[in-house]
């Protein structure tokens, strides 16, 4: 788990630039970093999906790689960045297009069936707006806490536009593609409101599964970063359980 053992490119878009690190072989797949940064927990959960077949794709936002968790700083940085739009309920991030070129990039790169993408936490709602673009075929949401739980109208929020919105249901419908969503049950984060207006919205094609957090408290563990900082590494443990069921999502889908 150390990021000397990994490449990287500096990737720009228009006038968004980020480093993106990388390893492994096989499909692409992004794993969006969370809040607290690219923590060695994040590295540890890309190095499961490399290990289980896959070529892994980190993009750097802010912060160090391999730094130890940090909120406070990482918040006031996202909360300043125009990439970034983590307030607005009806408003796709405009680092969503980066992500969006980062895809096209991959899929060049790779070709195969298409990419993958997991957002977490700040970005965990990322990957909906990125189904804009046609090479995306395997869309993750882990814990999407943006826009934050700011009162009533902000738990059924997206952070995302109508259109991009219409358009990621249009290609679910279309082309069958399921869209896998992961969160703790007691997370006061992403309320369970939220995940229902998703399955609302996207009927069928949103598979939602819920982690119990009462069995993480053995564990001395939270009920939020479900593959990352509160992951249990332990057979039979929920968030191994959702891992091997993201794992068989992504090699169905990019297989």
Not at 13 to 26: A, D, M, Q, T
Not at 86 to 94: E, H, L, M, R, V
Not at 191 to 218: I, N, S, V
């Amino acid at each position: 788990m150390f990021v000397a053992d990994y490449s990287f490119f500096q990737h720009q878009h228009e006038k968004i630039s980020h480093p993106v690190y990388f390893r492994g072989e096989g499909p692409p797949v992004i794993v969006m970093h969370e809040l607290p940064g690219m923590v060695p927990e994040c590295l540890a959960f890309a190095e499961r999906l490399e290990a289980a077949g896959f070529s892994v794709y980190l993009p750097l936002f802010f912060g160090k790689p391999g730094q130890s968790p940090a909120f406070v700083g990482p918040f006031l940085t996202v909360c300043i960045r125009r990439e970034f739009s983590i307030f607005a309920k009806k408003q796709t991030s405009p680092v969503v297009n980066w992500l969006r070129s980062l895809c096209q990039h991959l899929y060049a790169e790779h070709g195969g069936k298409g990419v993958g993408a997991i957002g977490m936490c700040m970005t965990g709602g990322f990957a909906i707006p990125m189904m804009v673009e046609p090479s995306l075929v395997a869309p993750v949401l882990s814990q999407p806490a943006t826009p934050p739980n700011l009162g009533k109208s902000y738990q059924t929020a997206f952070g995302c536009s109508e259109e991009d919105l219409a358009h990621a249901r249009h290609r679910a419908q279309t082309e069958n593609i399921p869209i896998k969503a992961y969160r703790f049950s007691q997370d006061k984060l992403v309320p369970r409101a939220r995940m229902e207006a998703y399955q609302a919205y996207f009927g069928e094609y949103f598979q939602y599964q819920e982690l119990d957090c009462a069995r993480q408290k053995p564990y001395g563990k939270g009920c939020h970063s479900v593959f990352t900082l509160d992951y249990v590494d332990e057979p039979g443990h929920p968030t191994q359980e959702a891992l091997q069921d993201l794992i068989e999502y992504l090699k169905k889908q990019l297989i």
